[in-house]
């Protein structure tokens, strides 16, 4: 049995995981090739696909056993990339 899935729909999420303080681009193998980004309040943004919710526990697992203060995780909407690269 199949799912049909809406265009464009890979069913893999994509979410944004903030932290305090700000990591140098050398840590985005360490959370499986994520884009890292750091922001003028001290924090960094860890952002892409996560395959699956046990990908992304692996990736919270990592962060506390690095001792990385997380500040947020977001779940970033399906069509929210496509719409900021049109404007």
Known sequence: MTTENPAGDTGIERFEIR???HLEPRWAAW???LS???HDDGTTVIAGPVVDQAALHGLLQKLRDLGIPLVSLTQIPPD???SQQEN
């Open 19 to 21: 932290v305090k303080g």
């Open 36 to 38: 890292l980004s750091t």
């Open 31 to 33: 959370f499986d090739g």
């Open 80 to 82: 929210t990339t496509a």
